[in-house]
Nanobody, 115 residues
Framework: QVQLVESGGGLVQAGGSLRLSCAAS????????MAWYRQAPGKQRELVAT???????DYADSVKGRFTISRDFAKNTVSLQMNSLKPEDTAVYYC?????????WGQGTQVTVSS
């Protein structure tokens, strides 16, 4: 069983920045991948960014060039640096961990971007 705890959400003006962190109870270097998803009111949950065990990253087109996913094996954390935030980035952001046989989710952290 893996527990994921997100932090770093909040209210920010358009053009501002936030950094989300996800602390994992397990050793993240054993995970196949970790990712950030988001879900806005009335919309489906969408993939924002992924980082694989090998360090490869991938981003949704809507956040490319603005968001950066990174990890710290020593701290067992994955972070999402979000710059140039837009009102349409407003959502609950969820951390996700994929293991060989299971996937785990955090409880989510709210990000609100005001115009």
């Amino acid at each position: 069983q893996v527990q994921l705890v997100e932090s770093g959400g909040g209210l920010v003006q358009a053009g501002g920045s936030l950094r989300l962190s996800c602390a994992a109870s397990g050793r993240i270097f054993t995970f196949n991948s970790m990712a950030w998803y988001r879900q806005a009111p009335g919309k489906q949950r969408e993939l924002v960014a992924t980082i694989t065990r090998g360090g490869g990253t991938d981003y949704a087109d809507s956040v490319k060039g603005r968001f950066t996913i990174s990890r710290d094996f020593a701290k067992n954390t994955v972070s999402l640096q979000m710059n140039s935030l837009k009102p349409e980035d407003t959502a609950v952001y969820y951390c996700n961990a994929r293991l060989p046989l299971d996937a785990y989710w955090g409880q989510g952290t709210q990000v609100t971007v005001s115009s």
